[in-house]
C-alpha cells in the first residue's frame, strides 16, 4: 500500500540524477564524453550494480578518455505506463536541451522499450548500446541502426538441459516469476523457448497468487518438479520485493530442487544454475560503448549475443538431492563444500580397503619384517655401544704402566712406614706417641693417593655425571697426563706443554674433556711408535683468542691424505694394529661437540698430525 500511494503521487516519474567524476583527467585537446545509463531497475540491485562494476572496469583501464558518469534511474513501475513514459521523456529533454550525451546505456527490456519509443525525440541520433538477456523477448522491439549492444544468450535453454540431466526422472518444472510485464514476458519468453523440450517434460508457469500464497502452494508440492526460479519484483498483488529474498524463500518452503539464472542468486540457497554473470556482461557493453567512442565505423560493430555466465551450483543443495557431481557440465563453480574425508577421498578409501584385504598376509609379513629390522638395529646398536667401550678400556689398558707407576709409589711408602714400624716393634723399641700418629698420618695420606688415583680411574671410565659445567682445560691436560705421562715416557717420547696460564672455563664435562686428551695423547704415542727416530715428541698448546683453544701435535707420519676428510668417522683408523677400533676419534669429535666446541685435523710444519680444538666463550 505505502508503495502504490509513493506511485500515485509520483504519477510516473522517479528521476535520480548524480554526476559522477571522471576516471582520469582527459589529455590535453581531448573533449572529455558524456554517458548516460538508463536502467529498467533499482541501481542498488546486486544484478545492476555487478553490471556497472564490469563497465567502470573497462572504462578505468582506458583513463585517456576522461569519462564523466550522468546517471539516469527509473523508479520501479508497471514499466510500460505510457504517461509514466513521456513525463520521463520530457524530463529528460530538458534537462540535456544544452547538451546531448554522447552514448546512451540502455539496461534490459523496460529502459529499451523507453529508449526505441522516445530516445530519437530526447536524445536525436545519439548512438545507443543496449544490454539484456534473450528471456526478456525483444522480438517485438525493432530497434534503429544507431542500437548495439550485448545480449545474454541461452539462459533459458542452458538451464532446463542442465535441470533434466541433473534429474532424469524429472516430469515437470515450475517457471517462477514476478507480475510486472517485463517478468511476465521473460517467463512468457522462457516457456515458449522451452517447448522443445516438451517430450521430455512439462515446463509450465503457475498461476500468479499472493506471495505467501505462493509459498505455501509450493510447499505443498508432492509432485516430482523442480522450479526455475527467474525474477521476482513485485507479486499479483504489488508487494514489492527483493529478487534474492525470493529465492531464499522458495527454497525454504519447497521441498524440491531450485534453480536461478542470476549471478546474484548463488548463495541465496538454491541449488544451482547457469547463471548470467552480470559483471562480464558490463564489459561487454563497455568494450562496444568504447569502440564507438573511439570513432570506429558503426557499421563494423555488432551487437554481441553470447551465453554469458557460468554454471554454478551449492554443494549442500547437491548433497541434498543426491545430485552426483559427476552429472555437472563441464568447468562448473561448486561453492560452500564441506570437507569430507569419505567425498573429497572415497574411491582412495574404497581401493585401499580392498588392497588392505588382498594384501594382508604380505602387512603381516611387513610387520614381522619391521620387527626382526628393529631388533638388527637395537642389536647394532648395542654392538657399537660395546665398541665404544671396547675403545675405551683398550685405551686404559693402554695406560696401565703409567697407572702402576702412579699406584706403586704411595704403595712403597705405605710398605716402608709401616715396616718401620714393626721392625721398631720387634726389636723393643719404645716411640714416642707423635712419632707415631705421625708415620700413621702419613700412612693414611698415601691411602688416600691411592683411593683418589683409582676413582680418577674408575670417574673416567664410567663418566657418570654429563652435566654441562664450567671446566679448566689446562686442568683436563694436567690429569691426562698424570695418567698417560708415565706411558709416554716408557715409549720414549718426550712431552713439551705450553699452557697459558688464567685461561677462562669452557663449558663440558671434565671427565669427558680429560678423555679427548687421553684419545689424542695415545693417538699421537700410537703413530710415533711407528717410525724409527730419536726425537720422538708431542706439543700440547693452549691458548686464548675469542675462545679457548688447545692444540696437541706431534712429529709422527701424519695422517693419509685419503683419510684427511673422514678421520673422525666411526672405525676409521689411522693405525694397522688390529687391536684398534678406529673409534677414539669419533668419541672424541662427539664429546667436543657436545661441549659446544670444534675439533679439525691439520698436517703439522713439520710433519705429523695436528689436532685443535676450539671452545667458545662461554655465555
Known sequence: MIFGRMRACFLALFVTLFLVCPFAEAAPGDQPKKILFIFSYNFDYPGIALARKGFSAVFAEHTHLGL?????????????????????AAALKVKYAGGKPDLVVAGYKQAINFMVRYGHEVFGDTPVVVMGMDIEDYSN????????????TRVAQNNIEMILQNHPALKKIYVIAGATPAERDMAAATLRLGAVYKDRVAIVAPEQVPYYHMLARLNATQENVAILYLTMQEDRDRRILAPTMVARDIRLAAKMPVYGIMDAYSGSGITGGFLIDHEILGRRVADVSLSILDGNPLARIPVATEPIGA???DWRELQRWGIDERWLPENSKIEFQEFSVWNVYKWQIMGGFFVVILQGFLIVGLLVNRSMRRKAQEQLLAEREFRGKTEKMASIGMLAAGIAHEINQPLNAIKLLSSGLVFGYKQGKERETADLVDNLEKISWQ???????IEHLRAL????????RPCEINAAVRRALDLVGQQLKDHGISVDTRLEPELPAVTGVETALEEVMINLLMNSMQALDLVDKHDKRIEIRTWYNEGVTLEVSDNGPGVKPELESKIFEPF???KTTADSLGLGLTISSNIVTMCGGTIEQKSGDGGGARFIVKFPNRK
Open 68 to 88: 564523466p558518469y550522468s546517471l539516469e534511474e527509473f523508479q520501479l513501475s508497471d514499466g510500460g505506463d505510457n504517461e509514466y513514459f513521456r513525463a520521463t
Open 141 to 152: 522491439i525493432e530497434m534503429p541502426a544507431n542500437y548495439f549492444g550485448a545480449i545474454a
Open 311 to 313: 554454471y554454478w551450483f
Open 447 to 453: 691411602t688416600s693417593r691411592v683411593a683418589d688415583i
Open 461 to 468: 671410565i664410567q663418566r657418570d655425571d654429563t652435566r654441562l
Open 572 to 574: 676409521v683408523s689411522t
